[in-house]
C-alpha cells in the first residue's frame, strides 16, 4: 500500500465534488476511483483503475507525502519524499491547494512537516507564501524563530500575523461580551433598579424574612447587578507555560491576552516561561510581538513562574491567576503546590488549564493535576470558544464549566 489510510480523508474531502468524471459514471465506478486514490496503485491494490486527468494530478500530490516515490526503478527501495528542494516543496504546496479544500491542505503540511522534516524549508520567504497558514504552522515558525534568517523573519510575521487577525475576528466579539456581563454581575450594588435586581440573591439572603400566612419573603436588602465602571475591576495573570508541546497553546493564549488588555475593566498581565520567566506585558498590544517574544522548547519551571506571579499580585480578592501548562514539573514539585494553596488562601481564583487549544486531549502529569484539584484547583483542557466561560465563572467566583471531555480532575 503506498498512500494507505493517511490520505482517505485527503481523498475523501477532495473528490467528493467530481463525482460525474468522464468515463466513470456510476456509483460502483466512483466507488472504484476513491478506492484507488486511497490505496495509491501498488499491485496489491486491487483495482485495476487507471486514473487521469486532475485525480491523477491529486495522487501525485498524495503519493509524494504519504506514498512512495514515483519513478523510482524496480527492484529499488521507494519511500516517500517531496525532495530536497524549495522549488519542489513549493509546486506541491500549490498543487494541494489546487486539489483540496483549505481544512485537508493544512492537516496535509503538518504531514509533511512531521513525516518529512519540512521545517528548515519554511526558513525561506518563497515558501512562506505558498503555505495555508494556521496556528500549527505559527507554533512551527515560533519553535524557528531564533534560527530565521532576517529575509525570511518579514515574510512569517506576514504570517503569523494573518493568523492572528484571523483569530481575533472569530474570538474577539464574545470575549468581550462575555466578560463584560461577568464583570456588570460581579459589582454588586444594594439599592438597585427593579430590572437590576439579582432575584436569587436577594431572595436567599432574606430567607430568614419568610412569612408563612402570606408564603412569601419580605425582602429587607435587595441585592442588584452593578454596572462596572470604567476603572479596573479585575486583575488577571496568564500565566503561560512555552514548552515545544503548548505551541498551538501559547498561540491562542497571546490572542485572548490581547483582547483582555483592550477592555479597560482588567488589568491583564502575560507571563511566558520555561526555566526562565519573561513579563510580556508591555507588549499586549500586539499580540504578533507576543509570540515573537516567545522562544518555544527547553525545559520547565512552573514554580518559579508562580513566585514570580504571586510577586505581582496587588488586590488578591480580585485577581484571577490562569495557568496554562501540561504540568511537567521540573522545578520543585512541593514548592509549587505550596505557592497554588497560598494563593487561593489569599483569595486568588486559580484556574489551571491543560491546553488552550482545539487538539483534543493533551498529554499531561496526571500526579500534579490530580495535587492541584485536591487543593481546589482542578486542571483541564479547555477549547478558545470555551475560554470565555471559563474567564466568566472565575471573576463571578462561581464554579468553572469544566468539559466533560479533557476534565482529568475535578
Not at 38 to 48: M, R
Not at 228 to 239: F, G, N, R, Y
Not at 323 to 329: F, K, M, N, Q, T
Not at 397 to 407: A, E, M, Q, V, W
Request: aromatic fraction near 4%; hydrophobic fraction near 40%.
Amino acid at each position: 500500500m503506498s498512500t494507505g489510510a493517511g490520505n482517505a480523508t485527503a481523498v475523501s474531502e477532495g473528490a467528493a465534488d467530481r463525482a460525474g468524471v468522464p468515463g466513470q459514471t456510476g456509483a460502483a465506478d466512483e466507488r472504484l476511483r476513491r478506492w484507488r486514490l486511497v490505496l495509491g496503485g501498488d499491485d496489491a491494490d486491487g483495482t485495476g483503475c487507471a486514473l487521469a486527468g486532475q485525480d491523477a494530478a491529486m495522487d501525485g500530490a498524495l503519493g509524494a507525502l504519504y506514498g512512495k516515490g514515483v519513478g523510482a526503478r524496480a527492484g529499488q527501495e521507494r519511500s516517500a519524499g517531496l525532495g530536497a528542494s524549495a522549488p519542489s516543496v513549493a509546486r506541491w504546496l500549490g498543487d494541494i491547494r489546487t486539489y483540496f479544500p483549505s481544512s485537508v491542505v493544512q492537516v496535509m503540511q503538518r504531514d509533511a512537516i512531521d513525516r518529512l522534516g519540512l521545517s528548515t524549508l519554511l526558513l525561506e520567504p518563497e515558501m512562506l507564501e505558498a503555505v495555508e497558514a494556521d496556528v500549527h504552522l505559527v507554533g512551527t515558525l515560533l519553535s524557528l524563530n531564533k534560527a530565521m534568517p532576517e529575509t525570511t523573519k518579514e515574510t512569517a510575521r506576514a504570517v503569523v500575523r494573518k493568523v492572528v487577525e484571523d483569530l481575533e475576528k472569530r474570538l474577539v466579539t464574545r470575549t468581550r461580551a462575555t466578560l463584560k456581563g461577568a464583570l456588570d454581575r460581579s459589582a454588586r450594588i444594594s439599592r438597585p433598579r427593579h430590572q437590576d435586581i439579582d432575584w436569587n440573591r436577594t431572595i436567599a439572603a432574606n430567607l430568614k424574612h419568610y412569612l408563612p400566612e402570606y408564603r412569601t419573603v419580605v425582602p429587607e436588602r435587595l441585592i442588584g447587578y452593578g454596572r462596572a465602571s470604567q476603572s479596573v475591576k479585575k486583575e488577571v495573570v496568564l500565566c503561560i507555560d512555552q514548552s515545544g508541546s503548548m505551541a498551538a497553546s501559547v498561540v491562542y493564549a497571546s490572542v485572548f491576552g490581547a483582547v483582555l488588555a483592550s477592555m479597560r475593566s482588567i488589568d491583564t498581565r502575560l507571563v511566558v516561561f520555561d526555566t526562565a520567566v519573561v513579563d510580556l506585558t508591555d507588549q499586549l498590544d500586539d499580540p504578533v510581538d507576543v509570540l515573537f517574544g516567545t522562544q518555544l522548547g527547553g525545559g520547565t519551571d512552573i514554580n518559579r513562574a508562580l513566585a514570580y506571579c504571586q510577586s505581582q499580585i496587588t488586590r488578591p480578592a480580585d485577581t484571577v491567576v490562569v495557568l496554562i501548562s501540561d504540568l511537567y514539573e521540573g522545578g520543585i514539585r512541593n514548592e509549587m503546590l505550596k505557592r497554588v494553596a497560598a494563593m487561593k488562601a489569599s483569595g486568588v481564583q486559580f484556574v489551571t488549564l491543560l491546553a488552550l487549544s482545539d487538539e483534543g486531549a493533551p498529554a499531561y502529569d496526571r500526579e500534579h493535576a490530580a495535587a492541584l484539584a485536591g487543593l481546589g484547583a482542578p486542571a483541564f483542557a479547555c477549547t478558545p470558544d470555551l475560554f470565555p466561560e471559563v474567564m466568566a465563572a472565575a471573576i463571578e467566583k462561581r464554579p468553572l464549566p469544566i468539559p466533560d471531555t479533557g476534565s482529568p480532575t475535578r
